[in-house]
Each structure stands twice: as C-alpha cells, then as structure tokens.
C-alpha cells in the first residue's frame, strides 16, 4: 500500500524540474545579450544535477526515517493491548456511517466489521491523495461531521497496530454516502501509513465524512480524534 514514499516521490520530481529549469538557459531569456561558453554550461548543469542529487538523498533519508519510527510504533504497541481486537461497532447510518462525530471526540475504533463504499479510485479521483485505483480493498469505518459557519477542524489517525489512512470529504446528503461516479468537491487526506492529519474549513455550515480506511482484509484498531477552532487559519 501507498506510503509517504509515495508523495516523496511527487515531492523529488517536481523539484527537478525546477532545478533543471532554473539552471538551463533562463538569464538568456531575461538577457539575450548574455553569452557563455560550453564550459559554463557543464558547470551550470553539473551543480544542477548537484542539486538534485542532494535533495534526493535528503528526501529519502526522511522517508527512510519515518519508516523506521512507525515500524518501532507498531513493535511498541504489539507490546500493549493497543493492538488487541476491539468490538466492532454497528454501522448506524445512513448507508456506510458508523456514527457521528463532533469536537472534542475521540474514537477507539476498528475497521473490522466496517463498510465497503470506499477504494482506492476514489481517493484518486477526488484528489484526496495519492495512491492507486486498486489499493484501499479493505473494510473502512465513516463517520459523519457538522463544521460550523468560520470553523476549523482538525482530524487526528494514530494507527499504530497497521497501515491505516484517513480521508475527510464533503458530502451534503444525510440520507445516502456517494456512489463510485459521484463527483466530489473537496477531499483532504493522507497516507503516510499508521496515522496522520488532516483540516478542513469553511465559511458556512458543512457536512463532512471522516474515512479511516486501509487494504488489510482483516482491519485493525485506530484512534480518532478532533478538534475545533473558530475562524480562517
């Protein structure tokens, strides 16, 4: 499944191609008088290449990092009961809700007995992160949220006992969750694996699904929390 490594890699290729940019033949364009020799122009490239290289090993050393720490999270909390089964919770509607949730909750829950509604397509389509139209196949718990008019909400996912994601998007219908060709406004995610962030904000009362959602067949245990604010960052 998709991991931080996978924004990393967005994250390198878009600095490249600015670095490259920068360095091949923009002071001609501001100064078409400016001249220089081949010689010039394999320093320039060189140190671009430079460059690149440097931000690479420091991207991957990062990652590489953050792995390393969410491996010994998950080792820590198999040493617990963090990690054993929790009763699932009924889904109580409508249609692939678990339940409501509101500021200043937290949720101790598992995806085990979760619904369906969701894979990975429509994280992809409604840009909520980046991963692959085949991924997210597991079971994933919804919980519906009502942000106030200039409120700000912050959703926390630790998921320290496997590779859990978490989506927050829009959706207006209290009566029924969307189905896989509905467009979708606005979505914000992550899927750094074993937990993350994500905020919304708006400027009139929205409703929003909070998704935490991931590929193991066999779910596991999350925590959820929120927490609110009033006014624009």
Known sequence: MPSSRTTLAFTILGATFLILACGSGGDKASNPATTSTSEDTGKSEAAAKAQVQAAVAS????????????????????????????????????????????????????????????????YVHSYCFPTTEDSHQGTERVYAFQLQTDQRATFRLDSPCADLDLAVLRWQDTDHCPGSTVAISECEGQNRGGGGTAKVWNNRPARYLVIVDGSDAKGANFDLSVTCVDGEE
Request: glycine share 10%.
């Open 59 to 122: 991207a991957q050393a990062t990652a590489d990092a953050e792995a390393a720490a969410q491996a010994e999270a998950r080792e820590a909390a198999a040493a617990t009961d963090q990690c054993e089964p929790r009763e699932p919770a009924p889904l109580d509607g409508p249609g692939c809700v678990t339940a409501p949730i509101v500021c200043g909750q937290t949720i101790q829950g598992t995806t085990v007995g979760g619904s369906r509604q969701f894979t990975g397509d429509r």
